[in-house]
């Protein structure tokens, strides 16, 4: 009886414990709860970060296995995070030399660490860099957008200096419309976006870049992302790469023409 007591108190205080744990998140604003999935997140990748801060792994076989082009191939490597990982190049670009190359979560700094492996060493004729929407969102850590930009710039430069086009894509829009979607907006506040946007299609008017502008097809008329190209607020579904798959084909082609 006693042993089953013990239980019963054991029990009851895990409850509580639960519960008030549920109490307390109830309370919690919405910008401390932003915080605190971050928080979560990031303890979540400590692991992978201290032992391979840029994720140079995550390629290497399929890197090795790709090979050098074949003559007359028009290689074109998509470099980002989730938003490009997500994407199903084959299914949107079919029998093009489409080569992804995005990793979820990933930053601008995490980026240009594995640019060499990832894209120079390809020997693409394009890269199509997609970057910036986790810097924004603190990942990695605070950053600053002249910090995004630099790195962003240090990558375009490197490409050049291969003689690899360089393609800078938007940063996409976010919206909170879902309950998925509702700490998506907190994390990335909407002004920075466009900030960063104007950054990117600056440097490429006064670099010989290419600007792809995805913000512009899918932004709505508050400054969000439209609600059905994302259930989550940040990633697009197949709606929301069926906009951006022709915007991407018409810049390659654009690029690929002036080289």
Not at 109 to 131: E, G, K, S
Request: proline letters at 6%.
């Amino acid at each position: 009886m006693m042993r089953s007591g013990i239980h019963f108190v054991i029990a009851v205080g895990s409850a509580l414990t639960l519960l008030l744990s549920f109490a307390g998140a109830q309370q919690m604003t919405p910008e401390q709860r932003a915080n605190q999935q971050l928080e979560e997140y990031r303890k979540s990748r400590i692991d992978v970060w201290m032992n391979d801060f840029g994720e140079l792994g995550r390629y290497r076989e399929a890197n090795t296995a790709l090979g050098s082009p074949a003559p007359g191939e028009k290689r074109v490597v998509f470099m980002g995070d989730s938003i490009t990982d997500g994407w199903n190049l084959s299914e949107y670009f079919p029998a093009k030399p489409y080569v992804n190359r995005g990793i979820g979560g990933q930053t601008t700094p995490q980026m240009l660490i594995r640019f060499r492996p990832d894209v120079i060493d390809l020997h693409p004729r394009l890269v199509v860099i997609l970057a910036g929407t986790n810097d924004i969102g603190g990942n990695t850590g605070p950053m600053r957008l002249e910090d995004i930009e630099n790195n962003i710039a240090s990558m375009a430069e490197l490409a050049r200096v291969h003689d690899i086009g360089v393609i800078l894509a938007s940063v996409l829009p976010v919206h909170n419309y879902t309950p998925e979607a509702e700490l998506r907006l907190i994390r990335r506040p909407p002004a920075k976006i466009p900030d960063l946007n104007r950054w990117l299609k600056d440097y490429c008017t006064k670099n010989h870049c290419l600007y792809l502008d995805y913000f512009s097809a899918m932004v709505n008329e508050k400054g969000m992302l439209r609600k059905e190209l994302a259930q989550d607020g940040l990633h697009p579904n197949d709606e929301g790469y069926k906009v951006m798959a022709p915007l991407a084909e018409k810049a390659i082609e654009k690029a690929l023409a002036e080289r």
